[in-house]
């Protein structure tokens, strides 16, 4: 469920028609919906109710400050994954005792940071990292809490570019070695080991692979229990899916996510912790773009619009589903006809959607491309030369712009020219 719907012949986000913001902030752009930001998070948070618990919204999938502070000021913690996501979340307020730091290459300056910060813990990768990490919290005279990131050797039976729970993914540590490794950990200094953490792809349309890691993880815990490991916290990684189409697959909802947790792990006693960033952002946001040209070519009709890849990647790097919808309601008995929708940029691989149907669209007509708040307008460039499209958030009736669209002057002027040109 999301809010955006039609009212009256409109397509609007919560109360706010998204015509409006158009002709505020210009075409295209990013438009965020915080009832279903904060609806999406409240579902995880209720489906652990009851269990020690906290959600770390991935804000990768979509990190712009003001949506960090309304599910940070909701009582979210952040799953970040680089120096520059801990800063945009503390500068969000999000406080360093609600900040986990994952990533497969954390870099010296980046553990000084989340060490003299305040941080949760450490989801640690490998055993060159742990050492690293040992090294730079006894000098700063501090303790690291960490878990080490297990590989389950699970099949997340998604696209392959977004499975990191097979062996031969770089992610984490093989789980059959998570004894020694644990073991040398114990050993380290300026460590402390909390617990685990597991996290094997994104996208997952299905309970199963869920379910075979956490069971891997709860065998894990007791073997490491019997170890003498101290483990409090299982941090069991992000990774629901989103129903990218309208159509009858539905991935699972967070409830039944929630209790395949409580069965599978719900008896160690462990303080619970989960990554969704998809699930949260994914259908609290839209593309909105405008159709530019109409242009017939020999067996195909494309729609031109001003939107592109650099924009919105998914579909030119996963080949990626999202719904288009018109901005005006089409009419009952409206024409449709199937469109290649295109963006400008020059490469073939700017389509967003071959052959979709779609009633009969204008110059001028806006769309908007749905299911676009996750891994949107994070993984937008200035390909082209095209500046980074303008963030907008509504609340309610009211709505502001949270990222503004720079000029060209603003792009060009970050080059510089040395003067021995
Ligand atoms: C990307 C990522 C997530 C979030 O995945 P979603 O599919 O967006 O829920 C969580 N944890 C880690 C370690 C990640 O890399």
């Known amino acids: 469920m999301d809010h955006f719907t039609y009212k009256s012949g409109e397509l609007c986000s919560e109360t706010v028609p998204v015509s409006k913001i158009a002709a505020y902030v210009g075409t295209p752009f990013y438009l965020y919906s915080s009832a279903t930001l904060l609806r999406h998070f409240k579902l995880f948070d209720d489906a652990l109710e009851g269990m020690e618990h906290l959600v770390c919204y991935a804000m990768k999938a979509a990190s712009n400050q003001a949506i960090?502070?309304?599910?940070?000021?909701?009582?979210?913690?952040?799953?970040?994954?680089?120096?520059?996501?801990?800063?945009?979340?503390?500068?969000?307020?999000?406080?360093?005792?609600?900040?986990?730091?994952?990533?497969?290459?954390?870099?010296?300056?980046?553990?000084?940071?989340?060490?003299?910060?305040?941080?949760?813990?450490?989801?640690?990768?490998?055993?060159?990292?742990?050492?690293?990490?040992?090294?730079?919290?006894?000098?700063?005279?501090?303790?690291?809490?960490?878990?080490?990131?297990v590989n389950p050797d699970v099949d997340a039976k998604t696209h392959a570019k977004i499975s990191t729970g097979k062996k031969e993914d770089k992610f984490g540590i093989p789980i059959s070695q998570a004894r020694e490794v644990y073991a040398t950990a114990a050993a380290l200094?300026?460590?402390?080991?909390?617990?685990?953490?597991?996290?094997?792809?994104?996208?997952?349309?299905?309970?199963?692979?869920?379910?075979?890691?956490?069971?891997?993880?709860?065998?894990?815990?007791?073997?490491?229990?019997?170890?003498?490991?101290?483990?409090?916290?299982l941090d069991l990684g992000g990774g629901l899916g989103?129903?990218?189409?309208?159509?009858?697959?539905?991935?699972?909802?967070?409830?039944?996510?929630?209790?395949?947790?409580?069965?599978?792990?719900?008896?160690?006693?462990?303080?619970?912790?989960?990554?969704?960033?998809?699930?949260?952002?994914?259908?609290?946001?839209?593309?909105?773009?405008?159709?530019l040209y109409i242009k017939k070519g020999e067996e195909r009709e494309f729609l031109i619009v001003d939107g592109a890849m650099n924009d919105l990647i998914r579909p030119a790097m996963y080949g990626a589903h999202h719904?288009?919808?018109?901005?005006?309601?089409?009419?009952?008995?409206?024409?449709?006809?199937?469109?290649?929708?295109?963006?400008?940029?020059?490469?073939?691989?700017?389509?967003?959607?071959?052959?979709?149907?779609?009633?009969?669209?204008?110059?001028?007509?806006?769309?908007?491309?749905?299911?676009?708040?996750?891994?949107?307008?994070?993984?937008?460039?200035?390909?082209?030369s095209r500046p980074l499209i303008p963030e907008v958030l509504v609340h309610g009736d009211q709505f502001a712009v949270i990222r503004a669209r720079p000029s060209l002057e603003d792009m060009i002027n970050r080059d510089t020219i040395p003067e021995w040109l």
Request: aromatic share 6%; proline share 6%; with cysteine.
């Open 68 to 149: 960090l502070k309304l599910l940070g000021d909701a009582g979210a913690g952040m799953d970040v994954v680089s120096g520059g996501e801990y800063k945009r979340a503390r500068a969000a307020g999000v406080p360093g005792e609600r900040i986990v730091f994952s990533g497969v290459g954390k870099t010296r300056a980046e553990m000084e940071m989340a060490l003299t910060g305040g941080i949760r813990q450490f989801n640690v990768e490998s055993e060159p990292e742990m050492k690293l990490l040992s090294t730079v919290a006894t000098a700063l005279d501090v303790i690291a809490p960490i878990t080490i990131r």
């Open 242 to 291: 989103i129903p990218y189409e309208n159509s009858n697959v539905r991935p699972p909802h967070p409830a039944e996510y929630g209790a395949l947790i409580r069965e599978k792990v719900g008896h160690l006693g462990c303080e619970i912790e989960i990554e969704p960033g998809r699930f949260i952002a994914g259908n609290a946001g839209i593309l909105v773009s405008k159709v």
């Open 323 to 384: 719904d288009i919808v018109p901005v005006v309601e089409p009419a009952a008995g409206a024409e449709y006809q199937k469109y290649d929708v295109v963006g400008p940029v020059c490469e073939s691989g700017d389509t967003f959607a071959k052959r979709r149907s779609l009633p009969n669209l204008q110059a001028g007509d806006l769309i908007a491309f749905r299911s676009a708040g996750a891994y949107g307008a994070v993984m937008a460039s200035e390909y082209n």
């Open 189 to 233: 200094p300026g460590i402390k080991i909390i617990g685990i953490d597991v996290h094997i792809g994104s996208q997952l349309t299905q309970l199963d692979p869920f379910g075979h890691a956490f069971e891997k993880v709860a065998e894990l815990t007791e073997v490491l229990r019997s170890d003498g490991h101290e483990i409090t916290r």
